[in-house]
């Protein structure tokens, strides 16, 4: 047996069978499933699974969260549930049937930002230990920067800048490759054009036009066609302007692909494609998308900055985690990259790595409030050092919404760090390094009040977390599910105590299946027919449906469902064991309907199961119906066996012994 198998087993059951997914794929930690009824998954029991971390539901997929180990988990899952794995891509294709048109495009916008981030993040370390270089002015040097002191760190800042100019001066070219391969095009056509839109030697360079006076620009950095002219204007590190001239390519090439015979396709799909949409670029598009990019980027800037900055800070802080639960932090990408070009660096990331962090010491609190609760403890604690890594899946869908105090903790702890953060200005480099590295990509002369930022950060939503818990502020739904496990193991004292029946008593048995009922010494299984497990019948059943023979409460299932145990209001405990060897099923054909502490009458519906599957499993469905506590209980058969039973038929009685 696989490291998974069980679980994979279970999860396949609790997800609605093969029949309900309709794709799977896995990332870095998580199954990623394409459901055709979401209703259909039971989340409680999902979580149940000791391998299951966590569950949510994000841009059509649902998602359960496994860890490190999710390629075994794959590989075991797919290979029990004969399903065969897809691409992300196709997965996320075919989940775009449960999204809105909004889901979709913020969708893909992060699917188009996702393969350029970790450039991005290199940049952002490059700018930050070149601001340490030449931006700092060390007390110890005698009040001069590093550079202004040593010809070899001065060299080394230098040489840096060919990385860091590469990835924010190019920008729109990562970008308009990256739509390109999202969009299944040709990706050099994209880096073409993406270079046409930088050129250095043949546009002016978009940080130069502020400062370029519009008869030079006329002049000088013009294209003229007689009767009218075009601006040689360069969109260096502009986001929109690359993105609308990206799509503009992919599109026409999908159009030209459609209408274009094959056998000459490769010589004019390229240029129909590139050249309307360089021309695009440069008149219409362009234009367009630098106006679109500046106005975003002022209205955010005028938040950063402006009289009420400080609520513009506590507002956004609080509120990022809930827009990681929508999907609509996706948009801040395009935003904090218009904002590095236009303002030098963005406010927006300093908040969304205090984000990280706030949530992160939410769950850590709750890790060391339940840190004696294994199956809490397993979940809690990798999701808080994920969180602070910049990841806060884990912990807002495993911990944190589940349980909503910690969730608000964190959103108090970032929102106040958010308006501090935004009272000094904080402000960023680049995005990319969330959490607590997120320090690495703050400018320089901010990196101590970012420091103080991450304390609040750390502090709040820890101490929240323990007073809400320990006053029992938006506790309910953690004590819900408590109070329902601990009522399972209550109900089953309860019943155990509560059964005082006087010597004597006989108390009818009924039949809980419909078959051919037969001695127990008739069982195929020695351990049953030998009467080591107690005194009772054995029925083949000739209908799938196993109901309640007494009045009481479920003592145990087990996970498989191939068993049940019950006591009785007399204190009978019964043992019902759906066929031999099933638990080698692990489940599959089994249905339950109660659960263990449910109480239970006469003739209610107990468990399902399919005869068929069981039988073309090579297992036999012969049933052991027997009392467990025989010295307690004498069973004694009333009925002349074989013979045959139906539901409600005394079966045999159970006399109490002293």
Same mark, same amino acid.
């Given at each position: 047996?696989?490291?998974?198998?069980?679980?994979?087993?279970?999860?396949?059951?609790?997800?609605?069978?093969?029949?309900? +997914?309709?794709?799977?794929?896995? *990332?870095?930690?998580?199954?990623?499933?394409?459901?055709?009824?979401?209703?259909?998954?039971?989340?409680?029991?999902?979580?149940?699974?000791?391998?299951?971390?966590?569950?949510? #539901?994000?841009?059509?997929?649902?998602?359960?969260?496994?860890?490190?180990?999710?390629?075994?988990?794959?590989?075991?899952?797919?290979?029990?549930?004969?399903?065969?794995?897809?691409?992300?891509?196709?997965?996320?294709?075919?989940?775009?049937?449960?999204?809105?048109?909004?889901?979709?495009?913020?969708?893909?916008?992060?699917?188009?930002?996702?393969?350029?981030?970790?450039?991005?993040?290199?940049?952002?370390?490059?700018?930050?230990?070149?601001? +340490?270089?030449?931006?700092?002015?060390?007390?110890?040097?005698?009040?001069?920067?590093?550079?202004?002191?040593?010809?070899?760190?001065?060299?080394?800042?230098?040489?840096?800048?060919?990385?860091?100019?590469?990835?924010?001066?190019?920008?729109?070219?990562?970008?308009?490759?990256?739509?390109?391969?999202?969009?299944?095009?040709?990706?050099?056509?994209?880096?073409?054009?993406?270079? *046409?839109?930088?050129?250095?030697?043949?546009?002016?360079?978009?940080?130069?036009?502020?400062?370029?006076?519009?008869?030079?620009?006329?002049?000088?950095? %013009?294209?003229?066609?007689?009767?009218?002219?075009?601006?040689?204007?360069?969109?260096?590190?502009?986001?929109?302007?690359?993105?609308?001239?990206?799509?503009?390519?992919?599109?026409?090439?999908?159009?030209?692909?459609?209408?274009?015979?094959?056998?000459?396709?490769?010589?004019?799909?390229?240029?129909?494609?590139?050249?309307?949409?360089?021309?695009?670029?440069?008149?219409?598009?362009?234009?367009?998308?630098?106006?679109?990019?500046?106005?975003?980027?002022?209205?955010?800037?005028?938040?950063?900055?402006?009289?009420?900055?400080?609520?513009?800070?506590?507002?956004?802080?609080?509120?990022?985690?809930?827009?990681?639960?929508?999907?609509?932090?996706?948009?801040?990408?395009?935003?904090?990259?218009?904002?590095?070009?236009?303002?030098?660096? #963005?406010?927006?990331?300093?908040?969304?790595?205090? %984000?990280?962090?706030?949530?992160?010491?939410?769950?850590?609190?709750?890790?060391?409030?339940?840190?004696?609760?294994?199956?809490?403890?397993?979940?809690?604690?990798?999701?808080?050092?994920?969180?602070?890594?910049?990841?806060?899946?884990?912990?807002?869908?495993?911990?944190?919404?589940?349980?909503?105090?910690?969730?608000?903790?964190?959103?108090?702890?970032?929102?106040?760090?958010?308006?501090? *953060?935004? %009272?000094?200005?904080?402000?960023?480099?680049?995005?990319?390094?969330?959490?607590?590295?997120?320090?690495?990509?703050?400018?320089?002369?901010?990196?101590?009040?970012?420091?103080?930022?991450?304390?609040?950060?750390?502090?709040?939503?820890?101490?929240?977390?323990?007073?809400?818990?320990?006053?029992?502020?938006?506790?309910?739904?953690?004590?819900?599910?408590?109070?329902?496990?601990?009522?399972?193991?209550?109900?089953?004292?309860?019943?155990?105590?509560?059964?005082?029946?006087?010597?004597?008593?006989? +108390?009818?048995?009924?039949?809980?299946?419909?078959?051919?009922?037969?001695?127990?010494?008739?069982?195929?299984?020695?351990?049953?027919?030998?009467?080591?497990?107690?005194?009772?019948?054995?029925?083949?059943?000739?209908?799938?449906?196993?109901?309640?023979?007494?009045?009481?409460?479920?003592?145990?299932?087990?996970?498989?469902?191939?068993?049940?145990?019950?006591?009785?209001?007399?204190?009978?405990?019964?043992?019902?064991?759906?066929?031999?060897?099933?638990?080698?099923?692990?489940?599959?054909?089994?249905?339950?309907?109660?659960?263990?502490?449910?109480?239970?009458?006469?003739?209610?519906?107990?468990?399902?199961?399919?005869?068929?599957?069981?039988?073309?499993?090579?297992?036999?469905?012969?049933?052991?119906?027997?009392?467990?506590?025989?010295?307690?209980?004498?069973?004694?058969?009333?009925?002349?066996?074989? *013979?045959?039973? #139906?539901?409600?038929?005394?079966?045999?009685?159970?006399?109490?012994?002293?």
């Amino acid at each position: 047996m696989g490291k998974f198998e069980k679980d994979a087993r279970e999860m396949l059951e609790a997800i609605g069978g093969k029949e309900n +997914i309709a794709a799977v794929t896995h *990332c870095a930690t998580r199954m990623r499933f394409v459901l055709n009824d979401d209703s259909k998954a039971d989340v409680k029991r999902l979580e149940k699974i000791p391998a299951v971390k966590g569950t949510f #539901t994000n841009a059509g997929q649902f998602q359960a969260i496994i860890g490190n180990d999710v390629p075994t988990f794959y590989n075991e899952f797919t290979a029990i549930s004969g399903i065969e794995g897809v691409s992300k891509e196709a997965a996320k294709s075919a989940a775009q049937k449960n999204q809105n048109g909004l889901q979709r495009a913020l969708s893909m916008l992060a699917e188009i930002f996702t393969p350029i981030i970790p450039a991005i993040i290199v940049g952002g370390l490059i700018l930050g230990f070149r601001n +340490i270089l030449e931006g700092v002015e060390w007390s110890a040097l005698d009040g001069k920067t590093i550079v202004e002191v040593s010809q070899f760190w001065a060299g080394v800042n230098s040489f840096l800048w060919l990385p860091g100019e590469a990835i924010f001066h190019y920008l729109p070219v990562g970008i308009v490759w990256s739509v390109t391969r999202k969009m299944g095009t040709s990706q050099i056509l994209g880096i073409v054009l993406g270079i *046409c839109l930088v050129s250095p030697n043949q546009l002016l360079n978009a940080y130069s036009v502020a400062s370029t006076p519009a008869a030079e620009i006329a002049a000088n950095w %013009s294209w003229d066609f007689g009767f009218f002219t075009i601006e040689k204007i360069g969109y260096q590190a502009q986001v929109i302007p690359a993105l609308l001239a990206g799509l503009s390519l992919a599109y026409l090439e999908r159009f030209w692909r459609k209408h274009i015979p094959e056998v000459v396709s490769m010589i004019f799909v390229p240029f129909l494609s590139l050249i309307p949409a360089l021309i695009l670029a440069h008149t219409v598009l362009g234009p367009i998308g630098w106006t679109i990019g500046k106005g975003i980027s002022a209205v955010v800037l005028a938040g950063l900055t402006g009289p009420v900055k400080w609520l513009f800070g506590a507002i956004f802080g609080a509120l990022y985690a809930p827009l990681v639960i929508t999907g609509l932090h996706h948009m801040t990408n395009a935003i904090d990259t218009q904002l590095i070009a236009d303002a030098g660096g #963005t406010g927006l990331w300093p908040m969304i790595a205090l %984000s990280n962090i706030a949530q992160g010491s939410a769950v850590l609190a709750f890790y060391f409030m339940n840190r004696h609760d294994e199956r809490e403890a397993q979940i809690s604690l990798p999701a808080a050092i994920s969180a602070y890594l910049g990841v806060t899946e884990p912990a807002l869908f495993g911990v944190n919404l589940k349980y909503v105090y910690p969730f608000v903790a964190g959103m108090i702890g970032s929102g106040l760090a958010g308006l501090f *953060c935004t %009272s000094f200005n904080i402000t960023a480099n680049a995005i990319g390094i969330g959490g607590l590295p997120g320090i690495l990509s703050i400018q320089a002369k901010y990196m101590g009040l970012f420091a103080i930022n991450m304390l609040i950060a750390v502090a709040v939503p820890f101490m929240l977390t323990y007073v809400f818990r320990k006053g029992s502020i938006l506790t309910k739904a953690e004590d819900d599910l408590k109070n329902g496990e601990k009522s399972q193991v209550q109900a089953i004292v309860a019943a155990k105590k509560e059964a005082q029946a006087p010597a004597g008593t006989i +108390i009818s048995i009924q039949s809980p299946l419909v078959g051919h009922a037969k001695d127990l010494s008739q069982a195929q299984d020695p351990v049953f027919a030998q009467g080591v497990m107690g005194q009772g019948i054995v029925i083949e059943p000739t209908d799938g449906e196993l109901i309640a023979p007494i009045n009481g409460v479920v003592s145990a299932i087990f996970p498989t469902k191939h068993a049940i145990g019950l006591i009785s209001d007399e204190g009978v405990e019964l043992l019902m064991h759906i066929g031999m060897d099933t638990v080698n099923l692990n489940g599959q054909g089994f249905t339950a309907h109660v659960k263990q502490g449910d109480r239970v009458s006469v003739g209610d519906a107990l468990i399902s199961f399919d005869i068929e599957a069981i039988k073309a499993a090579g297992y036999p469905v012969d049933t052991p119906v027997i009392i467990t506590n025989q010295n307690d209980f004498q069973a004694d058969v009333t009925r002349k066996m074989p *013979c045959e039973v #139906t539901h409600g038929e005394t079966i045999f009685t159970a006399s109490k012994l002293s």
